[in-house]
Nanobody
């Protein structure tokens, strides 16, 4: 099992940047994949970015070239660095971990992009 705690959300103007951080309660070295999802009211949770324990990254088309995901196995954290934010990036962002067939979620952190 692993507990995930997100931090770093908030209000930012369009074009601005934010960094989200996800802290895991145990070593993430053996966790197959960690990532970030987001959800807005009335919609399904969608993948934003994922990084495997081998370092492979995958991004949603809507965030490519603007967001970057980083995994620090020594600190047991996964960061999402978001640049050139747009109003449509407004959502609750959730940290996710997959270990074999098990999935774990954080409680979510709100990101609001507005002037």
């Amino acid at each position: 099992q692993v507990q995930l705690v997100e931090s770093g959300g908030g209000l930012v103007q369009p074009g601005g940047s934010l960094r989200l951080s996800c802290a895991a309660s145990r070593s993430i070295f053996s966790i197959d994949a960690m990532g970030w999802y987001r959800q807005t009211p009335g919609t399904e949770r969608e993948l934003v970015a994922v990084i495997t324990n081998g370092g492979d990254r995958n991004y949603a088309d809507s965030v490519k070239d603007r967001f970057n995901i980083f995994r620090d196995n020594a600190e047991n954290t996964v960061d999402l660095r978001m640049n050139s934010l747009k109003p449509e990036d407004t959502a609750v962002y959730y940290c996710h971990a997959r270990m074999n067939e098990y999935h774990y979620w954080g409680q979510g952190t709100q990101v609001t992009v507005s002037s």
